[in-house]
């Protein structure tokens, strides 16, 4: 027997290695020498200071920093075509001129969004206010809390309160300001017509009436060019107005014809990226716009709190979309679960600062 067979012979390189202090250490296929390191926080660092401290940790923290990585590289992409999906009660929860502003300066190429946001960015352009609330009341129980915001016709999203006669003055926006031009057209109007008409009105009431708030996301998306589509538009106010004011004038949604154009901007894009803001209807919609071309995105960040084990859309994971062929297989991706409030802005800050020096 050889002197190398006794001492275990020829492994493939899958034997003990030797340290530079000549101590053998087991090889590992797996695991990779990049120690952890601890963020070093101080007082007036920057945004962009603050996430990459969060490199060096783990967990959640490693998560927004490469989040923050990929959303910077993708807005920085001069021939990446940029989908935003918004999800959730972003608009009503103060993140309106964040998204606004993404738009304004260029940064979305297309919008994905519900018809609820829709709702609450036109009620605050038209004068309309969202204030801050609360879930329960000392002494009371939630429903009896709730039951009082009924009485006093005040509407509640989680700790937001909105008036019920705001919703009054939408409703009357939508039949003297956004409808009547639709019923001049000649056939049905895709929903993409109505929210680009939605985003006139609400810039030009903004204008007149001198509002204190921006005319928002609706309007920037109009005055650049940046279509807006709203697959669900009959699950809001929006699209319930929509179908009431249907019954008596000729106005006919196409819920069909915003397929075109959506697939043919992914189809005509060099490279391809997604911000998703929460999940449902137009997280799915953005995302299975890729399946109908020959490409997918290069880009990917979502930030969502619904877990993978579900099953369902808005908890699926950036590496499963990848298996439906929906992000290509070299794709940055890179997923936050937590709060949308508090990581968007986290994020988007950090990818301007990045961006802009």
Known sequence: MRDEDAAGGDDGGHGDETDHEGHREPSREAFSHDPLGHADVTGGMTVAELVDQYGHAGIGAESVHEAADVLAEMLADDDCTVFLSLAGAMVPTGMRRIVADLIRDGH?????????????????????????????????????HDEQLRDEEVDRIY??????????????????????????????????????????????????????????????????????????????????????????????????????????????????????????????????????????????????????????????????ARSWGKLEKDARNASVYGDATVYLPLLVAAARERIDG
């Not at 204030?131 to 329960?136: A, C, L, M, S, V």
């Not at 993409?192 to 928002?216: I, S």
């Not at 014809?257 to 043919?264: G, N, Q, R, S, Y």
Request: net charge negative; glycine share 8%; aromatic share 6%.
């Open 159 to 320: 700790n937001v309160y909105l008036p019920q006669e705001h919703f009054a003055q939408f409703e009357s926006h939508l039949r003297e300001e956004v409808f009547p031009p639709l019923v001049d057209r000649d056939g049905a109007v895709s929903i993409a017509e109505l929210c680009a008409e939605l985003g006139r009105a609400n810039a030009d009431v903004n204008d007149r009436d001198d509002v204190a708030e921006g005319p928002g996301v609706a309007a920037a998306a109009y005055e650049h060019d940046v279509p807006v589509y709203c697959p669900a538009v009959q699950d809001s106010v929006l699209g319930l107005q929509a179908w009431m004011y249907s019954q008596t004038a000729d106005l006919t949604l196409d819920a069909l014809a915003d397929m075109t154009p959506l697939t043919d901007q992914a189809f005509d894009a060099d490279d391809a990226g997604c911000l998703l803001v929460g999940g449902g209807v137009p997280k799915n919609f953005t995302l299975q716009t890729m399946l109908v071309t020959p490409r997918a995105y290069n880009y990917a960040v979502q930030i969502t709190m619904d877990p993978e084990a579900t099953g369902g859309l808005s908890g699926a994971t950036l590496e499963e």
């Open 108 to 144: 979305v190429d297309a919008l994905v969004t519900t018809g609820a946001n829709l709702t609450h960015d036109a009620i605050e352009a038209i004068g309309g206010k969202h204030h801050h609330g609360e879930t329960h009341q000392a002494g009371k129980s939630m429903r009896e």
